[in-house]
């Protein structure tokens, strides 16, 4: 098995360098390959996320 990530591109925002090209590929066995490739089109910083997620019923939070 074999993991691969390629950052093949970059570009400068806001003074950082960030990817703008993301390959993953992952080669599991003989001749069985998986590809993902992400290109990034924009960047936003201090932005507001809305990750609303509830417990399903039947089962508990743990802390951790």
């Not at 950082?16 to 390959?33: D, L, M, N, T, Y």
């Amino acid at each position: 098995q074999r993991l691969d990530i390629l950052y093949p591109s970059y570009n400068f925002i806001d003074e950082e360098v960030f990817p703008s090209e993301i390959q993953i590929k992952v080669k599991q066995q003989p001749g069985k390959f998986t590809s993902i490739d992400f290109i990034v089109k924009s960047v936003e910083f201090n932005t507001d996320i809305n990750t609303s997620f509830s417990i399903p019923r039947g089962y508990k939070q743990i802390k951790l």
